[in-house]
């Protein structure tokens, strides 16, 4: 726990602007980001006395080790400046909108050639517009459903409509006159595009328009006594109907609108949001928010309205329309106004190209609407705590647990795990698996591939877990090397060889980037280091830290067979219950790590077994590879051609074929590997064969089996 005061700026260092400060703890990492319109005076305010201090301020600070500042020009740039370094860096002390970007939208891909509608979720692409967001993606599939019979636009995948195109016949859809069939011609491309842009125009809530010109067709039918084309019609208008029915009009005047509410306590809120435009209701979302820093409902609505609309690109005519639920609207209702309430609408204006107020509605349809909304967000407040209400609770628990099973000094809030996977010694790799606060940060999954003192791999499962724990760790010493950090320097041969490292990439200038302001790959230690086995395994494990001069990381193994804990150097385990939740969490670890390394064996062994002799022919690419295989049909008749047919093939020149000539000069079998489905001969020292898929996991501590 460090003291504020140690790293307190010095009197005027800090500039009496407007600015975005960082807060970074020991190793660099920045744990909080925050914004001021006086740099000086808010920075200030954390140095007081750290008891006069809020409590969840008071961990910030305590962890922080340094603060740094940028000065910007106005308030308006320090808002957007703080919501891209918010968005970068994760800070662990900045509110969290959980569930974000989750929620499914309506799409249709006007920049396409062919628009298609379909369902999308994440990041907003360029060219499309969307609709939403909905609660449910069925909901979505209801309403197209509904809108095909009118507006029969293309929905299939890339690879259906290129199948499609190339066979000469439509899929389902276009035999049953739900899809316009633009694959085999049906229908022009202009046409296609302007179908598409009806579709978005109807969604968007443009509906008298279609309705009407329906109702006229189908009179004009009637009149001419073709009444089969005019049951069509009334049908086609029914469904429209039917489509807009399911967003009922909540606001007469046809405003265009996002209604947020907040619900919630001193350390969680739900927040929700409706989506309206045209009046009715388009979409509707929400987030649960864990306050770990302290904030009024003003600055949580300050945030939320960042989080929403940062992502909206300034001056896009598609963000602008007031269309797509993601874009800005024209008005912004909100339950309380936000301390900075110009600088957000001059903001908010910008991303929209036109004026966007902000405000808090007093009465009428709108008043009413927001209450709705607040029962809204209450409602998904008390849904949250029912389902997670444990959820804290049980990390914390099991933390803690752990911290006093292995008597460690504080609760390991980072934990490492690794595994090695491999099949009868071959194709070797280990990974690394990383848990934070008791959650997988999958960001930092690492994998290695084994190599042994000759590059042949590792003897046995000892070695090879000697090997990843020493290049893990050495690769750390070398980056806290590079960045000047340690006390105790590593010898010149061993900063060399971390930095030959190919696993890690190369070693840049300590352990966070200066550019990009991210970690390096392996800059920061564990609290707690887990491996997959017993004793021989947590003994090589031990050997390698030993070694390498690391004593303030602590360790242990999960063995499979008994779930027992191993410390280094113990005689006996240690056992934790059935039921406790630390040992759920260790099993959890152990079971990622077990799962990330299979999935890396196995990739690694499929490209291994799918390797032609072909490879090795310099300037040989997998292009001209297919087109030789398909011209001779086999590899054997491609080995019995001369370098004279061979460069009849087109793209082959006549020193490409020569060197496939010498390349395949070898034995028949001498490079093409066994079968995947082959038997694996017993080896001979006895150990025992990789068994089935769905057999039973053979434990770490098998004689002469590397843990898999």
């Not at 602008?320 to 903001?347: F, I, N, Y």
């Given at each position: 726990?460090?003291?504020?005061?140690?790293?307190?700026?010095?009197?005027?260092?800090?500039?009496?602007?407007?600015?975005?400060?960082?807060?970074?703890?020991?190793?660099?990492?920045?744990?909080?980001?925050?914004?001021?319109?006086?740099?000086?005076?808010?920075?200030?305010?954390?140095?007081?006395?750290?008891?006069?201090?809020?409590?969840?301020?008071?961990?910030?600070?305590?962890?922080?080790?340094?603060?740094?500042?940028?000065?910007?020009?106005?308030?308006?740039?320090?808002?957007?400046?703080?919501?891209?370094?918010?968005?970068?860096?994760?800070?662990?002390?900045?509110?969290?909108?959980?569930?974000?970007?989750?929620?499914?939208?309506?799409?249709?891909?006007?920049?396409?050639?062919?628009?298609?509608?379909?369902?999308?979720?994440?990041?907003?692409?360029?060219?499309?517009?969307?609709?939403?967001?909905?609660?449910?993606?069925?909901?979505?599939?209801?309403?197209?459903?509904?809108?095909?019979?009118?507006?029969?636009?293309?929905?299939?995948?890339?690879g259906v409509f290129k199948r499609a195109k190339q066979q000469g016949r439509p899929c389902l859809l276009g035999y049953i006159d739900k899809c316009s069939a633009p694959c085999v011609g049906k229908i022009s491309q202009e046409d296609h595009h302007v179908l598409a842009e009806e579709f978005a125009d109807f969604m968007a809530g443009d509906t008298a328009r279609f309705t009407k010109r329906l109702t006229q067709r189908m009179q004009e039918a009637s009149a001419e006594l073709d009444f089969e084309r005019a049951a069509r019609l009334r049908d086609d208008i029914g469904a429209l109907?039917?489509?807009?029915?399911?967003?009922?009009?909540?606001?007469?005047?046809?405003?265009?609108?996002?209604?947020?509410?907040?619900?919630?306590?001193?350390?969680?809120?739900?927040?929700?949001?409706?989506?309206?435009?045209?009046?009715?209701?388009?979409?509707?979302?929400?987030?649960?928010?864990?306050?770990?820093?302290?904030?009024?409902?003003?600055?949580?609505?300050?945030?939320?309205?960042?989080?929403?609309?940062?992502?909206?690109?300034?001056?896009?005519?598609?963000?602008?329309?007031?269309?797509?639920?993601?874009?800005?609207?024209?008005?912004?209702?909100?339950?309380?106004?936000?301390?900075?309430?110009?600088?957000?609408?001059?903001?908010?204006?910008?991303?929209?190209?036109?004026?966007?107020?902000?405000?808090?509605?007093?009465?009428?349809?709108?008043?009413?609407?927001?209450?709705?909304?607040?029962?809204?967000?209450?409602?998904?407040?008390?849904?949250?705590?029912?389902?997670?209400?444990?959820?804290?609770?049980?990390?914390?628990?099991?933390?803690?647990?752990?911290?006093?099973?292995?008597?460690?000094?504080?609760?390991?809030?980072?934990?490492?795990?690794?595994?090695?996977?491999?099949?009868?010694?071959?194709?070797?790799?280990?990974?690394?698996?990383?848990?934070?606060?008791?959650?997988?940060?999958?960001?930092?999954?690492?994998?290695?591939?084994?190599?042994?003192?000759?590059?042949?791999?590792?003897?046995?499962?000892?070695?090879?877990?000697?090997?990843?724990?020493?290049?893990?760790?050495?690769?750390?010493?070398?980056?806290?090397?590079?960045?000047?950090?340690?006390?105790?320097?590593?010898?010149?041969?061993?900063?060399?060889?971390?930095?030959?490292?190919?696993?890690?990439?190369?070693?840049?200038?300590?352990?966070?980037?200066?550019?990009?302001?991210?970690?390096?790959?392996?800059?920061?230690?564990?609290?707690?280091?887990?491996?997959?086995?017993?004793?021989?395994?947590?003994?090589?494990?031990?050997?390698?830290?030993?070694?390498?001069?690391?004593?303030?990381?602590?360790?242990?193994?999960?063995?499979?067979?008994?779930?027992?804990?191993?410390?280094?150097?113990?005689?006996?385990?240690?056992?934790?219950?059935?039921?406790?939740?630390?040992?759920?969490?260790?099993?959890?670890?152990?079971?990622?790590?077990?799962?990330?390394?299979?999935?890396?064996?196995?990739?690694?062994?499929?490209?291994?077994?799918?390797?032609?002799?072909?490879?090795?022919?310099?300037?040989?690419?997998?292009?001209?590879?297919?087109?030789?295989?398909?011209?001779?049909?086999?590899?054997?008749?491609?080995?019995?051609?001369?370098?004279?047919?061979?460069?009849?093939?087109?793209?082959?020149?006549?020193?490409?074929?020569?060197?496939?000539?010498?390349?395949?000069?070898?034995?028949?079998?001498?490079?093409?590997?066994?079968?995947?489905?082959?038997?694996?001969?017993?080896?001979?020292?006895?150990?025992?064969?990789?068994?089935?898929?769905?057999?039973?996991?053979?434990?770490?501590?098998?004689?002469?089996?590397?843990?898999?």
């Amino acid at each position: 726990m460090a003291d504020p005061a140690t790293y307190r700026p010095a009197p005027g260092e800090i500039p009496d602007q407007p600015g975005v400060y960082r807060f970074r703890d020991k190793d660099g990492r920045v744990v909080y980001v925050g914004k001021a319109k006086s740099l000086r005076s808010r920075l200030n305010s954390y140095f007081q006395d750290v008891a006069g201090l809020h409590p969840r301020t008071q961990q910030m600070v305590t962890t922080a080790a340094s603060v740094q500042w940028t000065v910007v020009g106005t308030e308006v740039e320090a808002l957007a400046l703080e919501y891209s370094w918010i968005k970068e860096f994760d800070p662990r002390f900045n509110v969290k909108y959980r569930d974000d970007k989750s929620y499914p939208y309506l799409a249709v891909t006007l920049a396409d050639q062919f628009p298609r509608v379909q369902v999308m979720r994440g990041a907003k692409r360029p060219g499309t517009r969307y609709f939403g967001p909905y609660a449910h993606a069925w909901a979505i599939r209801e309403t197209v459903d509904l809108l095909l019979r009118v507006f029969p636009v293309r929905t299939c995948s890339a690879g259906v409509f290129k199948r499609a195109k190339q066979q000469g016949r439509p899929c389902l859809l276009g035999y049953i006159d739900k899809c316009s069939a633009p694959c085999v011609g049906k229908i022009s491309q202009e046409d296609h595009h302007v179908l598409a842009e009806e579709f978005a125009d109807f969604m968007a809530g443009d509906t008298a328009r279609f309705t009407k010109r329906l109702t006229q067709r189908m009179q004009e039918a009637s009149a001419e006594l073709d009444f089969e084309r005019a049951a069509r019609l009334r049908d086609d208008i029914g469904a429209l109907k039917r489509a807009t029915e399911k967003n009922a009009v909540v606001l007469s005047d046809g405003t265009d609108a996002d209604i947020f509410a907040l619900a919630g306590d001193e350390l969680e809120a739900a927040v929700q949001v409706f989506h309206v435009r045209g009046g009715r209701i388009r979409g509707q979302r929400g987030w649960v928010v864990e306050k770990v820093e302290d904030l009024s409902d003003a600055q949580l609505v300050e945030h939320l309205l960042q989080q929403v609309y940062g992502d909206v690109p300034g001056g896009d005519p598609a963000a602008a329309s007031g269309a797509a639920a993601g874009s800005v609207p024209r008005e912004v209702l909100v339950p309380v106004l936000p301390d900075d309430l110009e600088q957000v609408q001059t903001w908010l204006s910008g991303l929209r190209g036109s004026r966007v107020q902000v405000r808090v509605p007093q009465r009428g349809d709108k008043h009413e609407l927001a209450e709705t909304v607040r029962k809204n967000a209450e409602h998904a407040l008390a849904l949250h705590r029912t389902r997670r209400a444990g959820d804290l609770t049980t990390r914390s628990q099991a933390l803690q647990e752990i911290q006093e099973a292995l008597g460690l000094d504080s609760a390991p809030l980072r934990i490492e795990c690794y595994d090695v996977s491999h099949n009868q010694g071959t194709y070797q790799v280990a990974s690394m698996v990383v848990f934070e606060d008791g959650l997988a940060r999958k960001s930092e999954y690492r994998t290695f591939g084994i190599r042994g003192p000759e590059g042949t791999g590792a003897r046995d499962d000892t070695a090879a877990m000697h090997e990843v724990i020493t290049r893990r760790f050495r690769r750390y010493l070398a980056e806290r090397e590079q960045a000047g950090d340690l006390e105790l320097g590593l010898g010149e041969d061993q900063v060399a060889e971390a930095l030959a490292d190919a696993d890690a990439g190369p070693v840049r200038s300590g352990p966070i980037d200066e550019t990009t302001g991210r970690p390096q790959r392996f800059a920061y230690p564990p609290n707690l280091v887990v491996v997959d086995g017993g004793p021989p395994q947590v003994a090589a494990a031990a050997a390698a830290l030993a070694e390498l001069g690391i004593d303030d990381v602590a360790l242990c193994g999960l063995a499979k067979r008994l779930e027992e804990v191993w410390l280094p150097g113990e005689d006996y385990p240690v056992i934790l219950q059935r039921s406790s939740e630390g040992l759920y969490l260790l099993q959890r670890v152990r079971d990622e790590a077990h799962r990330f390394a299979i999935t890396a064996h196995r990739k690694k062994r499929s490209k291994g077994m799918t390797v032609s002799a072909l490879d090795t022919v310099p300037g040989l690419g997998p292009a001209r590879s297919a087109a030789l295989l398909k011209h001779f049909g086999s590899l054997k008749r491609l080995r019995a051609a001369t370098a004279e047919e061979i460069a009849t093939v087109p793209g082959m020149g006549a020193r490409t074929a020569a060197a496939v000539v010498a390349a395949l000069a070898g034995p028949a079998d001498a490079a093409a590997p066994a079968p995947a489905d082959a038997p694996v001969p017993a080896p001979a020292d006895g150990a025992v064969p990789e068994p089935a898929a769905d057999a039973p996991r053979p434990t770490a501590d098998t004689p002469g089996m590397l843990g898999a």
